[in-house]
């Protein structure tokens, strides 16, 4: 029996399933679009977007991570500063051990690979390609970090985000 791979999968992340720190944030359905609005404060929050893909204890098989999009505007004003993207890899062990975790080495699109790209007002897709593309481990979990500073009037809203990977089953 033969196996599947399949090099051009997505899975849409939808921003209900993203955890956000500081500020009030509403889901909110305008014109058939969902998303998640921060309301306008002059305050640093974190987005943390679950990398919802599936995992394999064989080696070479399951999910392969290749690259991730973010969908999100930036409102009314840009931002004070957009300077983290980082992706996490943590792994939860056996009972008795902690979880360990880990920076994954990334590269962000030319349109997005500097603060200033990235806080600017307007609508963005921010591409985030893994350094080394890996298989998900079975016993393996990557968040998506991002941290932005807004600024008094800036509107943010998070619309999804999308996982690209390469299935192996």
């Not at 307007?122 to 890996?134: E, F, R, V």
């Not at 991002?146 to 985000?161: R, S």
């Amino acid at each position: 029996m033969g196996y599947v791979n399949n090099t051009q999968m997505s899975q849409f992340i939808s921003p209900n399933l993203c955890a956000f720190s500081a500020g009030t944030w509403t889901p909110t359905l305008a014109s058939n679009v969902f998303s998640m609005n921060r309301t306008a404060a002059d305050a640093a929050f974190n987005v943390f977007a679950p990398i919802l893909t599936p995992g394999n204890a064989a080696a070479l098989a399951g999910a392969k991570l290749l690259s991730i999009e973010v969908c999100y505007s930036i409102g009314t004003a840009a931002a004070d500063d957009f300077a983290t993207v980082e992706l996490e890899k943590m792994t939860l062990p056996a009972s008795g051990t902690a979880v360990s975790g880990a920076a994954v080495g990334i590269t962000i699109d030319s349109g997005h690979d500097t603060a200033a790209e990235r806080k600017a007002a307007g609508d963005h897709t921010m591409t985030i390609t893994l350094n080394s593309p890996a298989y998900i481990d079975n016993n393996d979990g990557y968040v998506l970090v991002l941290n932005i500073d807004a600024a008094a009037t800036t509107v943010f809203k998070l619309y999804g985000v999308v996982v690209n990977f390469e299935l192996r089953v």
